[in-house]
């Protein structure tokens, strides 16, 4: 009973993927694309096959590649997880500033559109919100 709860994520993953890619061949098959109002509406059926597609091999990879016993103490370990929050912090502060430079330079050499530049610049100062909304609470609740 107990291995059955744990390839939930696996079957869920899967599922979605299969979904997902069905919803491109079906795009695809009855040229919906064509209606869109997109700069290359004939890449959109392939692009929602191909986020499909990574749906289904995480989901297998998560089912036919299970962890063993010593991964997951590992994955417990506190110090593990420090590191591992130490990391994406890291990561974090490089990929906002990487974020930032790779905006502006792309919206000044005139390779980014208006529409394209306010959405990605909507998503970075989301992130930027989220980011210190999530500190001060952190902080408050200390």
Sequence with gaps: MRKNRKKWPGRLLIGLGLAILLAGLTLYALGVHAW???????????AVMVVGMVFL????CELYLPKTRQQE??????????NANAAKATAYEVG????????????????????AFLTLAAVFVGVQIIFVARLWYLERTR
């Excluded at 103490?73 to 420090?82: H, L």
């Design 96 to 115: 906002t500033v990487l974020f930032a430079v790779a905006l502006l330079a792309l919206s000044r050499l005139g390779y980014l559109g208006t529409v």
């Design 57 to 60: 091999v995480a989901g297998a």
């Design 73 to 82: 103490i590992e994955e417990r370990d506190e110090r593990n997880i420090s």
């Design 36 to 46: 869109l109002p997109m700069a290359q509406p004939e890449l959109f059926p392939w």
